[in-house]
C-alpha cells in the first residue's frame, strides 16, 4: 500500500514568487491534513480537509494560503505571493480511523530567499 | 487550546541502553489519545506508539513504551536496548477525542542520538 506522498522534497523559490505543494493520500482517507514546521518549532497545524470539504482552516496564516483538495483525492496548497516566514517544512498527513494516529508523508521543504 | 511540551530539545544514549523521552501536555478535555511519533533523518513520520486517554494501562509496543501519568499530564517514551536505527527526532501529539477537535498539536521535539 502506498503511503501519503508529497511532491516536490524540497523547492527554493524567490520573495514574491508563487509555490504549489502536493499531497497525495493513502487511498480511501477521507481526512487530510496539512501541517508546517518552522526550523526548531513545534509543528503547527495549517488545516484539515474531510473529503473535498474544508473542516477546518483556523491554523491558516493568512490569505497568501490557498488550499484545495479536488474530488476529495490530492490536494495542493499554494503559497502566493511568497514570503520569507513561509519558509519550513510543510506535512500532509491523511487518516481515516478517527482514534488512530495520521500518516503522513515526508514533507516539503519550502526555503523562501 | 491544547498545548504540547517537550522539554528535551536533544537526548542521547548508548546503544543497548535505555532512554525516557518527557511530554506534558495541558488539556481541560477529559477524553483524548496521545502520540509519539519518530522522524528519521529522510524525514517521513512515523507512528511510534499511542495512548487512549481512558486506558489505564500503558501502551507498549516492543521496545516502546510509554508512561501515562493522566492526573500530571504527563507522558513519557521509553526506548529500551536502544538501537542505531533509533536516532531521530520523536515529537509528542495530543488529539481531542470529540469531532470538534480533530487536529493534532504536536511539542516541539526531542532530537535522539545513539552512540555506538
Known amino acids: 500500500e502506498a503511503g501519503v506522498t508529497q511532491f516536490p522534497s524540497h523547492s527554493v523559490i524567490e520573495k514574491g514568487q508563487t509555490v504549489t505543494l502536493r499531497c497525495d493520500p493513502i487511498s480511501g482517507h477521507d481526512n487530510l491534513y496539512w501541517y508546517r514546521r518552522v526550523m526548531g518549532k513545534e509543528i503547527k497545524f495549517l488545516l484539515h480537509?474531510?473529503?473535498?470539504?474544508?473542516?477546518?482552516e483556523s491554523g491558516m496564516p493568512n490569505n497568501r494560503f490557498l488550499a484545495e483538495r479536488t474530488g476529495g483525492t490530492y490536494s495542493t496548497l499554494k503559497v502566493q505571493p511568497a514570503e520569507l516566514e513561509d519558509s519550513g517544512v510543510y506535512f500532509c498527513a491523511s487518516s481515516q480511523d478517527f482514534g488512530r494516529g495520521a500518516f503522513f508523508g515526508q514533507g516539503t521543504r519550502l526555503t523562501v530567499v | 487550546a491544547q498545548t504540547v511540551t517537550q522539554s528535551q530539545p536533544e537526548m542521547s544514549v548508548q546503544e543497548a541502553e535505555t532512554v525516557t523521552l518527557s511530554c506534558t501536555y495541558d488539556?481541560?478535555?477529559?477524553?483524548?489519545?496521545l502520540f509519539w511519533y519518530k522522524q528519521p533523518p529522510s524525514r517521513q513520520m512515523i507512528l511510534v506508539i499511542r495512548?487512549?486517554?481512558?486506558?489505564?494501562q500503558n501502551a507498549t509496543e516492543n521496545r516502546f513504551s510509554v508512561n501515562f501519568q493522566k492526573a500530571a499530564k504527563s507522558f513519557s517514551l521509553k526506548i529500551s536496548d536502544s538501537q542505531l536505527g533509533d536516532a531521530a527526532m520523536y515529537f509528542c501529539a495530543y488529539r481531542s477525542a470529540f469531532n470538534s477537535g480533530n487536529q493534532f498539536y504536536f511539542g516541539t521535539g526531542t532530537s535522539l542520538t545513539v552512540i555506538p
Open positions: 480537509f474531510v473529503k473535498e470539504s474544508k473542516q477546518d
Open positions: 488539556t481541560s478535555e477529559s477524553d483524548y489519545y
Open positions: 495512548q487512549e486517554a481512558y486506558k489505564q
